[in-house]
């Protein structure tokens, strides 16, 4: 049985679980501009700090071992730390160049990771999900107020962007492909026409995750969709799992989970923040907390995949994942596709 395979028969009998915050655990490191930079870049004559993907270069062991401990508080699914590693974000710290060993060196290390859990649990395989943020541009919304017919890329230059970093993710071995927190819906159709060009090109069937973002308590994408009118717009792209994360915590995403597991014919997966950031920009949502909302969420069959974002952190982890073991997955309604 391949991965893909595996993946889809272990959601039929259980809730999967994926990892929480890269970024929240970089940053409880407190690093430096020099930790940033290693000795790869010491002389490097532009600023690197907050470049988090550059960090599975410069400071390897930091991301295994933040790998490690989602793994061990019981993830299935770990990301690979390159949320920003596409030559669209990159351009803001000069390293497009560095694109593909990024991916290649971040998949390389969840891999790693994956695998040496897989070998210690192997009724329990673990699984790497490459991650393919929306980039920090938006093809849909113009960034200047006085010429709303402005856009700051076009739907071509994303494409080109996301299938480099695919090409670059599955050269590398992962088992999936995540196109997340996508607050525009037209960035993540370039992602999917993408990843699908690709998948036809190499003839390669990777499961395929999308997760969309609510910007506020409205309920909808920042280009103005709906949970379900975003799922229709991105239905035909053959995913394994739809879903929401970041931006609200598990208590305001109820209503939007629960729109979008009524009308998903695929898995349904969700990853909130720990809340919702305080005056500080801190995450207070506490473990038992978050694990009690989706306690509830499951009770009400309306998950598939589900995990942390935001200031979320392995004991978070470890809570949701004790709820999942012991919770049903939603049943994926009988709906015939509209493609």
């Known amino acids: 049985m391949n991965k893909n395979e595996q993946i889809k028969e272990i959601l039929k009998h259980r809730i999967m679980v994926i990892d929480g915050a890269m970024g929240t655990m970089i940053q409880k490191l407190k690093p430096t501009e020099e930790q940033y930079r290693g000795e790869q870049f010491a002389n490097f004559e532009h600023s690197l700090k907050g470049n988090n993907d550059l960090l599975v270069i410069t400071q390897p062991q930091w991301i295994l071992d933040i790998h490690r401990e989602f793994l061990e508080a019981g993830a299935d699914i770990i990301e690979t730390n390159t949320f920003n590693a596409n030559s669209v974000s990159m351009e803001d710290y000069h390293l497009v160049d560095l694109v593909p060993e990024l991916n290649l060196q971040a998949t390389k290390l969840a891999r790693m990771a994956a695998d040496e859990y897989t070998a210690k649990t192997p009724d329990k395989p673990r699984f790497v999900a490459g991650a393919m943020g929306p980039t920090n541009r938006t093809s849909s919304i113009s960034p200047d107020v006085n010429n709303p017919a402005f856009r700051a890329i076009d739907f071509d230059t994303l494409k080109e962007c996301y299938k480099q970093q695919a090409k670059c993710l599955i050269d590398g071995g992962v088992?999936?492909?995540?196109?997340?927190t996508s607050f525009d819906t037209l960035n993540a159709k370039a992602a999917l026409f993408a990843v699908n060009e690709l998948k036809e090109e190499i003839n390669q069937d990777i499961p395929v995750m999308v997760s969309g973002t609510i910007t506020d308590n409205s309920g909808r994408t920042l280009s103005g969709q709906t949970p379900e009118a975003f799922w229709y717009s991105v239905s035909h792209g053959n995913l394994l799992s739809v879903g929401l994360n970041c931006a609200l915590g598990?208590?305001?995403?109820r209503p939007f989970i629960e729109e979008l597991s009524h009308a998903a014919w695929v898995n349904v997966s969700c990853y909130p923040n720990a809340g919702l950031p305080n005056e500080f920009g801190e995450y207070d949502d506490t473990p038992e907390h978050m694990a009690s909302v989706f306690e509830q969420w499951c009770s009400a069959g309306l998950l598939n995949i589900v995990g942390g974002c935001?200031?979320?952190?392995?004991?978070?982890?470890?809570?949701?994942?004790?709820?999942?073991?012991?919770?049903?997955?939603?049943?994926?309604p009988a709906i015939e596709a509209l493609v």
């Open 175 to 180: 088992d999936i492909l995540l196109i997340e």
């Open 250 to 253: 598990a208590d305001q995403m």
């Open 310 to 332: 935001c200031g979320t952190t392995p004991a978070h982890i470890k809570a949701i994942a004790a709820v999942a073991a012991s919770s049903k997955p939603r049943q994926i």
